[in-house]
């Protein structure tokens, strides 16, 4: 009879962890989708992938499943368990690779730096600095970003806290600039025997634009600017480089990352947006003639990351909507393809997903097409992570048809058919550096670029 309560506990239990419509397609905490239900075939029952996947899919998508990780966190930190360590302290060094000997035309001095502002993003003036042409040859004298002092925080190891945002560590690694560098050649060289330019935009990611070298290199983080101009100095001449780095830099007291997420605003990414028309030759669309959206409330991958308890500030996500008849067609993993707005109204979402408002989030291929421009406009392909998500909506203004491939989701067709197929004139390379430098992203740019 004791035993009575526990049997029908654990049988109601068991009943809702098998309600298939309770459980959850996606984690906002992680930003991914969770697995999905396999697909039953007598090959994969014989095998056992069947029951693998099964089993995959019945951990991953447990009914309620964020809010048993953030009990499951909660309770280690009633329990005095937390991987926090202040920087004065911090032994883990070793672990970043060290600062390479790289050629440092974009090293900032050392100097005075100013306050990160609140989070109150107007509409900005005319840049009064030149837009520098690329790869940069001369060094940026005006550094901004963040007073940093002692009160630094390593939390779980690689995300770093300072004051009331968050950055991750960046190191160098010589193997995968060296590797990236030759896929882009190949690449560049192929598209260039199809009539079609490459573009290579490299994205610094926050550590290494609002945070002065001085501090970076205590904190053992690599030089971005240097490593930007290191891979941008092994690419042959067929490749475009649109370096945004100093770019960036000259409005690092803008609120162009975030404090709470590993992405760049979508301010940020029109500066980026500035610098690739400089370097295309198109004119750039005004900001002030996108419409402005604002989403209050927004908690990024750090934020989920770190101890919650921390002192980051929320966010607030703006986004800018393009002038225009501009639609979008989104296509799914299972290749479904339906209409979507460019940018989604995420005022009612959930604090961890209001990114999701940049084209819909990552997705195998995204369409935008602008039907205010001639059918014989240019058409582009964008190849992506989730950095170019809030870039990609500003080349609409451009082009009459925007292709985005996201290359970690994207299977169908190899980048040199693709071109033929749809009449591409320009291929788009938009990825963050530490994302560029990465084995995993290198294997799957080396099958989408391969005959």
């Not at 095998?47 to 009914?63: A, C, N, R």
């Not at 966190?73 to 883990?92: E, K, N, Q």
């Not at 008849?325 to 299972?334: D, F």
């Amino acid at each position: 009879m004791l035993a009575a309560p526990f049997l029908v506990m654990l049988t109601a239990l068991t009943a809702v962890a098998f309600a298939i419509p309770l459980r959850p397609a996606f984690s906002v905490s992680e930003k991914r989708s969770l697995a999905e239900f396999p697909a039953f075939s007598t090959d994969t029952l014989i095998s056992g992938e069947y029951f693998d996947g099964m089993t995959l899919w019945f951990s991953d998508t447990f009914p309620g499943r964020e809010s048993w990780i953030k009990a499951a966190g909660f309770l280690a930190d009633l329990r005095g368990i937390r991987d926090v360590t202040i920087y004065g302290s911090f032994t883990g060094a070793d672990d970043i690779p060290p600062k390479p000997e790289l050629k440092p035309v974009n090293a900032a001095p050392a100097a005075p730096f100013a306050t990160r502002p609140p989070v109150v993003e107007e509409t900005p003036p005319p840049d009064p600095d030149p837009v520098e042409t690329s790869p940069p040859t001369e060094s940026v004298e005006h550094w901004g970003g963040l007073v940093v002092d002692d009160d630094a925080e390593v939390i779980f190891g690689q995300v770093l806290q300072i004051g009331d945002s968050a950055f991750s560590y960046f190191g160098f690694s010589q193997y995968g600039s060296d590797r990236r560098i030759r896929l882009v050649n190949d690449l560049a060289e192929v598209m260039t025997q199809r009539g079609v330019t490459v573009y290579d935009i490299l994205i610094p990611t926050s550590v290494g634009v609002l945070v002065s070298s001085e501090y970076t290199e205590k904190l053992k983080c690599s030089d971005q600017g240097a490593t930007v101009d290191y891979i941008y100095s092994g690419e042959s001449d067929n490749v475009k480089k649109v370096n945004v780095f100093n770019k960036l830099i000259r409005h690092n007291d803008e609120y162009i990352y975030f404090r709470t997420d590993h992405h760049w605003t979508a301010l940020g990414a029109y500066y980026a947006y500035e610098q690739f028309c400089l370097t295309a030759g198109f004119e750039p669309v005004p900001l002030e003639r996108y419409e402005k959206l604002e989403f209050p409330g927004f908690l990024g991958s750090f934020y989920w990351m770190c101890n919650q308890n921390s002192r980051l500030r929320e966010d607030t996500l703006y986004a800018y909507d393009p002038p225009g008849n501009i639609e979008m067609k989104v296509t799914h993993t299972e290749g479904n393809t339906f209409p979507w707005p460019v940018l989604t109204d995420m005022s009612h979402s959930g604090p961890g997903g209001k990114y999701m408002t940049f084209i819909a989030g990552d997705n195998p291929l995204t369409t935008l097409t602008n039907n205010d421009l001639p059918d014989d406009a240019p058409n582009c392909a964008v190849i992506k992570e989730s950095f170019g998500n809030p870039f990609a909506p500003y080349l609409t203004q451009h082009y009459k048809n925007v292709y985005v491939i996201d290359y970690r989701k994207y299977s169908k067709m190899k980048l040199r058919y693709f071109v033929d197929h749809y009449e591409i004139s320009d291929v788009l390379l938009v990825e963050n550096l530490a994302m560029a430098q990465g084995d995993g992203t290198l294997d799957l740019l080396e099958w989408l670029f391969s005959a």
